[in-house]
């Protein structure tokens, strides 16, 4: 009897109300398309590491910072040195043992409060270059419950701060100051007001188009879907005074998980500029990730400006610094994101992959194909620094399609696809029985037990072989049948024919070959020839042999030898 239909419990979702921070029917970021990456920084040593159970120690903070460095990240948040002296000492470590290449800024973040600009100015001393980060909270909900300010109140704050950084540059004479200025909470302020209070900070600054202003809108907390975000950039951008002496940052928060998007589509409103962290860590839900940022550009033909090469190299840096793992299914970087456990999913990237390369070779190129095109992995593993070898696992939703994928790249057999067929049927039985994914080594295990067997109930040991003015071939092959030497003669049409007829006259073995595959395994003198064939008895079941040798006729005679022992035993 069918279960009783299930009604879900109501959630309170009329104590929620929508949040849309512009009408904006005139928008034009839709029609535009990402053409070019956007200024990047990196805030892993400042909001990622606030954001951490386990703080970076000094050690793990120069380890982010020289991968940062390392991977092209030009612009680096490295701390908020007012507010801990572990970020003191971190950015002093950085200026003070030269550790800043001279096209790097470092950029440190502060509050609106005097004695901490000051102490930001004592940590920047004798850099070539930084830029200054002050911020305070603008929303609606903090003016009125944290601050208990109106607009006038938030804006002295802003401003009062912007003139203290001015003054204070004559501390630090040898210091290229830039300026960046974020109303906090930008996703929770009103629109004409977040314009109001950046206009009038832009006014102290003075910002040029050769020095110009960093403003950061950050979406503290993501309050509104991806297309409403990038309307707000838009009107923004629009309403804002001295656009051309503005570089439009986002700072996107992945709290309704759209983060990636929203930077997206805010890039496409106009913004020149992307705060995020390394695989998205940050507060709560995280930042956005520049990690997927910058590889979706570069599944686009669009250069990122960063160096994912070696993406697990990367990965491993975050995962010790931030003490926090890298889920298996992460976009790009993950375990498993470049393997496929759906026999559907896996036939099509073996295929894919021989389409690819077949026209990559008819063309000279040998396998340097001009563009990616391989269902289901968006990028070339290899790109990444991941290889092919971990692009298909099997498990009990496996099909054929891994198996033969896993047996040519690992072992270097390329299976008929009949063969295929018939030994996916045998690793289904397994990693259904065993309830788990069954690994190349399992996999070759399973193969030589059914097809290679080292204890079988035949075994080859020399042929000689003649062939008549007719053209028929005559065999006499010496075996071991069931351990004792045994020799079999046949006359047939052709090496492998005439083998057919020996095993029926001498061992009452009978056997059709419905089908023959060979190639080599290796080059040169090394090389071995691997041969498949596929037979039919009398009863008119079918069952593959294999056989290995330097000699290719002696390997087909061995699968033949193999087809036959398994009709013996009945596999």
């Known amino acids: 009897m069918a279960p009783e239909p299930v009604t879900p419990k109501p959630m309170p979702f009329d104590r929620y109300q929508p949040t849309v921070p512009v009408e904006l029917p005139d928008r034009t970021w839709p029609d535009r398309r990402l053409t070019a990456a956007p200024r990047w920084c990196a805030v892993d040593l400042r909001d990622g590491n606030q954001a951490l159970i386990d703080p970076m120690d000094p050690v793990r903070k120069r380890k982010m910072f020289e991968t940062l460095v390392a991977m092209g990240y030009k612009e680096i948040e490295v701390g908020f040195p007012s507010a801990s002296q572990p970020d003191f000492d971190f950015v002093r470590q950085l200026i003070d043992e030269d550790l800043i290449p001279d096209d790097v ?7 609106c409060r005097d004695d901490l600009i000051e102490r930001t100015y004592e940590a920047i001393a004798g850099a070539g270059q930084a830029i200054v980060h002050f911020y305070n909270s603008t929303s609606t909900l903090q003016r009125q419950v944290v ?3 109106d607009k006038a109140g938030i804006t002295e704050i802003a401003v009062n701060a912007a003139r203290l950084c001015r003054k204070l540059e004559e501390t630090v004479p040898g210091t290229a100051v830039r300026y960046e200025y974020s109303p906090e909470s930008f996703t929770g302020t009103e629109l004409d007001y977040a314009v109001e209070i950046c206009d009038a900070v832009a006014e102290v600054i003075a910002p040029t188009p050769e020095r110009p202003l960093v403003m950061n809108l950050p979406a503290t907390v993501e309050m509104f879907t991806p297309n409403l975000y990038a309307d707000a950039i838009e009107w923004f951008l629009r309403t804002v005074r001295n656009r051309e002496a503005i570089l439009l940052s986002l700072h996107p928060h992945n709290d309704r998980g759209t983060a990636v998007a929203a930077a997206e ?4 409103a106009g913004a020149d500029r992307v705060e995020g962290c390394l695989f998205g860590n940050g507060e709560r839900t995280g930042n956005v990730d520049l990690v997927t940022l910058a590889l979706n550009l570069f599944s686009q033909g669009i250069d990122p400006e960063v160096d994912l090469s070696d993406i697990d190299a990367v990965r491993r840096v975050a995962e010790y610094c931030n003490r926090l793992p890298v889920h298996e299914r992460h976009p790009y970087a ?15 990237i073996k295929k894919g992959f021989a389409a690819l390369y077949a026209t990559s070779e008819a063309a000279g190129r040998g396998r340097d194909y001009e563009r990616w095109e391989v ?18 696992r099997v498990n009990s939703q496996s099909g054929k399609g891994g198996v033969a994928y896993i047996m040519e790249i690992e072992h270097g057999f390329a299976l008929p696809r009949r063969l295929q067929i018939e030994f996916s049927k045998t690793i289904q039985t397994i990693v259904e029985d065993t309830g788990t994914e069954i690994g190349p080594g399992a996999m070759w295990d399973a193969f030589t037990t059914t097809y290679l067997p080292a204890e079988a109930p035949f075994a080859f040991r020399s042929s000689e072989l003649t062939s008549s003015s007719d053209g028929s071939s005559t065999i006499t092959a010496q075996l071991i049948v069931e351990g004792e030497p045994t020799t079999v003669t046949g006359t047939g049409n052709g090496p492998v024919a005439a083998f057919v007829a020996a095993l029926a006259d001498g061992l009452g073995v009978a056997v059709e070959v419905v089908d023959y595959h060979e190639h080599s395994l290796g080059a040169g003198a090394d090389a071995t020839a691997v041969a498949y064939v596929e037979t039919k008895d009398g009863d008119g079941t079918v069952r593959w042999g ?3 040798d330097p000699n290719i006729i002696t390997a087909s005679l061995k699968a033949v030898l193999g087809a036959a022992a398994r009709a013996r035993v009945g596999g």
């Open 105 to 111: 800024h470092i950029q440190v973040l502060t509050q």
């Open 147 to 149: 601050f208990g300010l």
């Open 334 to 348: 993950g375990d498993l994101v470049y393997t496929a456990f759906s026999g559907s999913h896996q036939d099509a």
């Open 265 to 268: 589509l805010g890039v496409l």
């Open 375 to 392: 269902p289901y992995l968006p990028i070339d593993p290899a790109h990444v620094g991941r290889t092919y070898e971990a692009v298909i």
């Open 546 to 548: 294999v056989g290995t």
